[in-house]
T-cell receptor, first 116, second 113 residues
Framework: GAVVSQHPSRVICKSGTSVKIECRSL??????MFWYRQFPKQSLMLMAT?????????EQGVEKDKFLINHASLTLSTLTVTSAHPEDSSFYIC????????????FGSGTQLSVL | GENVEQHPSTLSVQEGDSAVIKCTYS??????FPWYKQELGKRPQLIID?????GEKKDQRIAVTLNKTAKHFSLHITETQPEDSAVYFC????????????FGTGTKLQVIP
């Protein structure tokens, strides 16, 4: 299957700092990537849809000024958690859809964010 | 938007028995239904998927059935093995727009040796 790389895998930061998470499609081009958030023992909640060359589309209730998404190229999307607070601590995971199949969604390895 | 419900939330079976996980969706326009397996702290892995123009699909010990009329789809795992133990998520993909994928609430499957 297609490979999606996500970094870092784990980050611990102080409250008030910003954290950037990168998501790369390694062997395919992804015009659309999705960012999910997952709390322990819960499902994946879609935060936003990242589109190459245009603004991200955020789900209801997700603060776009807090969770900045940049899709700079066909293989890279970044999520920046700005002014992080302890309640932002969560597992963040990106995914990308393989355009050729137009269906299958492949996931990055996830980032465990802990805000102290 | 799409709403996907999944049952049961936990499931314990003896090794060798079958496991069935059921999901319902709300948006009749959804046309693609993947199933993912997620081990603790790992990424979800696609295990099988089905399109809306197909009623059933099988891949070795795993099968998925879809009833479009009832907006219901199920995952069947036969001859379960301890390595099947994980959390399983069903999902449904929107037909239009960016074709977002909405996930069910997950089923924690435990296969007892």
């Amino acid at each position: 299957g297609a490979v999606v790389s996500q970094h870092p895998s784990r980050v611990i930061c102080k409250s008030g700092t910003s954290v950037k998470i990168e998501c790369r499609s390694l062997d395919f081009q992804a015009t659309t990537m999705f960012w999910y958030r997952q709390f322990p023992k819960q499902s994946l909640m879609l935060m936003a849809t990242s589109n190459e060359g245009s603004k991200a589309t955020y789900e209801q209730g997700v603060e776009k000024d807090k969770f900045l998404i940049n899709h700079a190229s066909l293989t890279l999307s970044t999520l920046t958690v700005t002014s992080a607070h302890p309640e932002d601590s969560s597992f963040y995971i990106c995914s990308a859809r393989v355009v050729s199949t137009n269906e299958k969604l492949f996931f990055g390895s996830g980032t465990q964010l802990s805000v102290l | 938007g799409e709403n996907v419900e999944q049952h049961p939330s936990t499931l314990s079976v003896q090794e060798g028995d079958s496991a069935v996980i059921k999901c319902t969706y709300s948006d009749s326009a959804s046309n693609y239904f993947p199933w993912y397996k997620q081990e603790l702290g790992k990424r979800p892995q696609l295990i099988i998927d089905i399109r809306s123009n197909v009623g059933e699909k099988k891949d070795q010990r795993i099968a998925v059935t879809l009833n479009k009329t009832a907006k219901h789809f199920s995952l069947h795992i036969t001859e379960t093995q301890p390595e099947d133990s994980a959390v399983y998520f069903c999902a449904a993909r929107d037909f239009g727009g960016y074709q977002k994928v909405t996930f069910g609430t997950g089923t924690k499957l435990q296969v007892i040796p």
